[in-house]
């Protein structure tokens, strides 16, 4: 069975690109929301696989999302994206219970595949 995916990102046409990317490489989009609290109760109703989670969103960021998200009974996991280096984020990345980052430029299946728990 394909995994399942919520997309969040607060510009449209990321979602849409990412969106298509991942059904070609198999992937169920379930979802996507536009801000972390959307993103929050999305992925409650949904109960997705793994959430595609933009660090900077125009309400709270990724990393209180993903920390949100850890406390959750079904806890989806959470793949961090930015169109900024992971090198930007420095400690927060360390100490974020995402299984990891993946800079919008690189995003792909393969990518996903690397970071996310086997």
Known sequence: MAATV??????????????RLLE???YVVVGEAADGETAI???????????LLD??????DGF???????YEETT???VLTSSREASDYGPCLASTPAC???PKAELS????????PA
């Open 55 to 60: 660090v900077q969103l125009p309400d709270i």
């Open 109 to 116: 299946a393969a990518g996903i595949a690397d970071i996310l």
């Open 24 to 26: 070609l490489e198999g």
């Open 64 to 70: 209180e999302v993903a920390e949100r998200l850890s």
């Open 41 to 51: 109760d999305a992925a409650r109703t949904l109960r997705p696989d793994f959430v």
């Open 76 to 78: 989806p996991a959470v």
């Open 100 to 102: 990891g980052f993946l």
């Open 6 to 19: 919520l997309i969040v990102d607060d510009h449209p046409g990321f979602r849409a690109a990412a969106r």
